[in-house]
């Protein structure tokens, strides 16, 4: 291959220089010095350039931020680093104890020492991961283990740089921060959407994590994200940064936007002082906080001062007041959500809250009622918890007209007729209709045909949808009856894919007791619960007709577990359903009752990596049906790690301490012989 002439590989490198310069004074300094033509004139010169020449192209490249082919899914990714949580402080006081504890603990005088304060971004968390000055990795926070890797996506934000600015980078750099979406351009986008028939969204907080999760990166391309960096968790090596504050500049200078609200302050008063002033101007900075962060400033305190379990000793989030406005609360009605939860929903004369218009408010459930002493008629405070989610939060009794009236919590489901269900310790009232419940419908369906359940391929969530809005199938039986003839005329169905999925749905038919008991989709009966039912009992009949007692005896079953199942198989609709399904042909081979130990009884299993066959939940449901504890760390204790691709830390040290190592197909062909009784032990 010819090399391109010296002068259009100079006039590329030019051309990356300038826009990604443009880039950086647009989307992180607020400072455009190229006009919207010039940059666009210049973009399409490089791309003209690089197809020409496809051995200039560069991973770093403007015109490579798009370009990943649509994602099936996203793969799980652990966290070098974990992303913990912060404790919180809701009022001066908790700040002030907040230092006067650090100072304490530290021994030093609580009057001067620095912290370092900005404003709590309310966003999306993510985490980003630079090798030799190249974005390699971008995983979103997820548990604060284990994320999901998200590179595709963020590499399309231009307010993150694909490679480092300067040139002394660490070998390894990550980067912690926060996506979000700014008030303008989110009311616009929601504008063009309204237009345009689209999806809009209710919040920045929740565009900017929708937008994040798009199977094509070019639908996250054309949402006006925003990154700003708010920690650097891993610098290989230790550049010796002597502050968190520095550290922050530090970022600025590799080409992150950092918080222009950060501020270096001393002692309790300073920080009381800097969120007075920033809640002041909370409503005028153009993007949602819901607080303030603040550091011990001196890296190295902050290393002495450690972690308590769940988050750093050494950080607080002060977590302003929501904002609130007072009202009549007209009426009361009751919600059924798609897993059966019954919500009162107050229906209040139209107020504005935090800039919103609010008609209804969440009252949550029955407890809250009562603590609240509300009654229909009374005048309320209303507050956007969170900025997002109204809430009654006070009621004003001295102004309660003689007519008002009490709220009375419904007994039967509102939607199906089913009994109501709530368990002593719990809060929340659902609707026992499960399979029937109108209102649980489609979730009911999507869960029951899940790869986990009866693993009905080809019937997606829209597809789910469609046949629920058009009153095909109104339980889970139904979908037996589904013909190809009719399916074809759905859009984009066809005559090949009704005919593939009327076929996939005969094999379903043909599956296990345990995939069968999951598939009903009782509540807090997951895939390991459901197999220890199945061969505790043996039979769905002996399983059905079983009272409390007789449930808590089953493995990892306890009451409230006990209670759901009971409670869900004495709803006639739900054996109605059962009997039709089993009339429509679904069956299994009829399992032993156990007798004796199961094969890993005791046993320790670790699993790392990602699987093609399963997702590491099923892997684990499997591994406890069969008696094994499932642990997140290797120990000498670990009977066997099951490695899958991308193992990472815990395949070394298991291998350091002799811990049994096996593959994924050396897995399933062990499983498959445990759940079919070959095998006695590991």
Known sequence: MTQPDPTIQDEAARLRAELDDANHRYYVLDEPRMTDADYDRKLRRLQEIEAEHPELVRSDSPTQRVGAAPAEGFPEIEHAVPMLSLDNAFDEEELAAFVKRVADRLEVDGESLALCC???????????????????????????????????????????????????????????????????????????????????????????????????????????????????????????????????????????????????????????????????????????????????????????????????????????????????????????????????????????????????????????????????????????????????????????????REIVFPERCPVCDSQIERLEDEAVARCSGGLYCAAQRKEALKHFASRRALDVEGLGEKLIDQLVELDWVQTPADLFALEAERLATLPRMGEKSSQNLVAALEKAKATTLPRFIFALGIREVGEATAANLARHFGTLEALMDAERDALEQVDDVGPIVAAHVHTFFRQPHNRDTIAALRRAGVHWEEAEVEIGPTPLEGQSWVLTGTMESMTRDEGKARLQALGAKVAGSVSKKTACLVAGEAAGSKLTKAEQLGVEVIDEATFLERLEAWEKGDAQDG
């Open 118 to 404: 900005e404003p709590k971004l309310d966003g999306a968390a993510v985490s980003l991961v630079y090798e030799r000055g190249e974005l390699v990795a971008g995983v979103t926070r997820g548990d604060g283990r284990t994320g999901e890797g998200i590179t595709s996506n963020l590499r399309t934000l231009k307010s993150i740089p694909l490679k480092l600015r300067g040139r002394h980078w660490p070998d390894v750099l990550e980067v912690r921060g926060e996506v979000t979406m700014r008030h303008a351009d989110f009311e616009a986008m929601n504008d063009k959407a309204r237009e345009e028939g689209g999806k809009v969204f209710a919040n920045p907080r929740n565009a900017a994590a929708g937008s994040l999760r798009q199977l094509d990166p070019r639908i996250t391309d054309q949402r006006p994200l925003e990154f700003s960096a708010y920690q650097a968790a891993r610098i290989e090596p230790d550049a010796g940064d002597a502050s968190h504050s520095a550290l922050m500049a530090r970022l600025g200078e590799f080409g992150f936007r950092t918080s222009t609200e950060l501020r270096v302050v001393h002692g309790p008063e300073g920080v009381i002082e800097y969120c007075r002033t920033l809640g002041e101007k909370r409503d005028s900075l153009g993007y949602d906080i819901d607080g303030a962060v603040i550091k011990v400033d001196d890296l190295r305190l902050q290393r002495e001062l450690g972690f308590v379990a769940r988050a750093p000793r050494w950080a607080i989030a002060f977590k302003f007041p929501a904002q609130e406005q007072v009202t009549r609360l007209n009426d009361v009605e009751f919600q059924v959500g798609r897993t059966g939860a019954i919500t009162p929903v107050a229906r209040l004369e139209p107020v504005s809250v935090a800039g919103v218009t609010v008609s209804n408010a969440t009252l949550h459930n029955a407890d809250e009622i009562a603590r609240l002493g509300v009654m229909i008629g009374d005048t309320v405070a209303i507050r956007r918890a969170g900025d997002v989610i109204p809430q009654v939060v006070r009621v004003q009794e001295e102004d309660r007209p003689g007519d008002a």
